[in-house]
């Protein structure tokens, strides 16, 4: 499958290097956070609002567990990025690896390809996949708030 090509005069490219700038953002904010020991509120260390979910309804948004489980990824913690967030070591490399792309194509001088049927498909797979995955952890995880420190407790305690 291509992914770069060259672009027809005065398409404009720099959007890929602002792709790639978001993504060394957010990338340093993951460096500078710590995972949080619960698996899920990493978020609130940036002075953000508790999951409005967790709170009322003590069930998982769709990305409850996302910003611990790319934080922990970075921080090399594979095993505790995967529990917070099964889909979120797999959506950040696909971030990371779309950035570094569209970084080269940058340089290169050639376009990321991002309006073709193939990527549109692809990307309302990856959408799909996501929300199907997080409204059935929604419908069968209640306690989520408990049940996951529980987890991570005994986890931590078991690997004493």
Known sequence: MKLLETPRPGYPIMGQLAWFGFWLVITGIALWLHPAASGHG???QLGLAPCPSVLI???PCPGCGLT???TAFVHGDFRTAFHAHPLGPILYLGFTASAWIGLVGYFKKQRLITDS???SRFMVGVATVFLCFGLIRMAVTPHYANSLENAMV???TASR
């Open 42 to 44: 990493t978020h609130e």
């Open 57 to 59: 309804m003590d069930r």
């Open 68 to 70: 611990t489980s790319w």
């Open 117 to 119: 049927v193939e990527v």
């Open 154 to 156: 005994g986890r931590v």
